[in-house]
T-cell receptor, first 115, second 115 residues
Framework: EPEVTQTPSHQVTQMGQEVILRCVPI?????FYWYRQILGQKVEFLVSFYNNEISEKSEIFDDQFSVERPDGSNFTLKIRSTKLEDSAMYFC?????????????FGPGTRLTVL | GNSVTQMEGPVTLSEEAFLTINCTYTATGYPSLFWYVQYPGEGLQLLLK?????DKGSNKGFEATYRKETTSFHLEKGSVQVSDSAVYFC??????????????FGEGTQLTVNP
């Protein structure tokens, strides 16, 4: 069964460093998402991406964040200069079609620890 | 804005007990409602969904009914098993048929079922 994969499973970085979190969505999906979950808090939407551009972003997704689909299979989230408060679990998701009734498929997440 | 509130957790039950996890929401328009489950070490998986008022979603013995009058989508199962131990997330997606359709999540409820 096709699935969303994410690498690495755990990333440790120093404050101020750049990190890139990688996702491989399901191959025939067209819509891509990043969410994050700070320990003990809700899963929060960051950004959605369609047709090679951002379609929606939350207030969390500031200039420190960027997304890219560099090669038609990977979908990446870059944090330019990490802060302590960026420590969280980051989930990638993808969806085949438009419409709220269509399921988003989630990856297992990348745990980011900023020291 | 949209919001989802789940019952305070965690929940610990004995095998074959009845499960209820409460979920209420605030949204404009007519959102779709979802329950996602996260097993240890895995990503979020869709458990069930309902897209309009009075719809009942069901899967693997779990069910939830979309109640517009009480803005609720409580998850129930008549007889839980040890394998149901996981974190359960209630979520909504707003009714706009856009490529975004972000998910708004509740806090998550940790369920532990003891033999």
């Amino acid at each position: 069964e096709p699935e969303v994969t994410q690498t690495p499973s755990h990333q440790v970085t120093q404050m101020g460093q750049e990190v890139i979190l990688r996702c491989v969505p399901i191959s025939n999906h067209l819509y891509f998402y990043w969410y994050r979950q700070i320990l003990g808090q809700k899963v929060e939407f960051l950004v959605s991406f369609y047709n090679n551009e951002i379609s929606e972003k939350s207030e969390i997704f500031d200039d420190q964040f960027s997304v890219e689909r560099p090669d038609g299979s990977n979908f990446t989230l870059k944090i330019r200069s990490t802060k302590l408060e960026d420590s969280a679990m980051y989930f990638c998701a993808s969806r085949q079609l438009a419409g709220v009734t269509n399921e988003q498929f989630f990856g297992p997440g990348t745990r980011l620890t900023v020291l | 804005g949209n919001s989802v509130t789940q019952m305070e957790g965690p929940v610990t039950l004995s095998e074959e007990a009845f499960l209820t996890i409460n979920c209420t929401y605030t949204a404009t328009g007519y959102p779709s409602l979802f329950w996602y489950v996260q097993y240890p070490g895995e990503g979020l998986q869709l458990l069930l969904k309902a897209t309009k008022a009075d719809d009942k979603g069901s899967n693997k013995g779990f069910e939830a009914t979309y109640r517009k009058e009480t803005t609720s989508f409580h998850l129930e199962k008549g007889s839980v098993q040890v394998s149901d131990s996981a974190v359960y997330f209630c979520a909504l997606s707003d009714s706009k048929e856009t490529s975004g359709s972000r998910l708004t999540f509740g806090e998550g409820t940790q369920l532990t079922v003891n033999p």
